[in-house]
Nanobody, 124 residues
Framework: QAQLTESGGGLAKPGDSLRLSCDASAGTVNLYVMGWFRQAPGAEREVVAAISWGGGTVDYGDAVEGRFGIRRDNNKEAVYLQMVDLKPEDSAIYYC?????????????????WGQGTQVTVSS
């Protein structure tokens, strides 16, 4: 059973940077698309970023476009989310997710495997 484990969350000030990591356990060889979602209290889970198997195709949520960057290292079975210029509205639990397909999707319902999440809080 594939498992995803996030790390790197924490408390940041507005304008700070953070990098989240997601490590995939054994059994992820067929997890083609990987990505990050986030969910704030009282809000729906929303896409942050997604990346294709080879890394050549990426997609970002409108709220983070231009500030966040996603990349993956298939040799290490890991995906990373670099977040810069953090804003209070970026505060949420960030989840790593993966799909057993080659097409990217912004819908949380299309992901097959989820991590437990890591909290990111942006506050002055």
């Amino acid at each position: 059973q594939a498992q995803l484990t996030e790390s790197g969350g924490g408390l940041a000030k507005p304008g700070d940077s953070l990098r989240l990591s997601c490590d995939a356990s054994a059994g992820t060889v067929n997890l083609y698309v990987m990505g990050w979602f986030r969910q704030a209290p009282g809000a729906e889970r929303e896409v942050v970023a997604a990346i294709s198997w080879g890394g050549g195709t990426v997609d970002y949520g409108d709220a983070v476009e231009g500030r966040f960057g996603i990349r993956r290292d298939n040799n290490k079975e890991a995906v990373y989310l670099q977040m810069v210029d953090l804003k209070p509205e970026d505060s949420a639990i960030y989840y790593c997710a993966a799909r057993r397909t080659y097409s990217l999707s912004r819908s949380p319902q299309d992901s097959d495997v989820w991590g437990q999440g890591t909290q990111v809080t942006v506050s002055s």
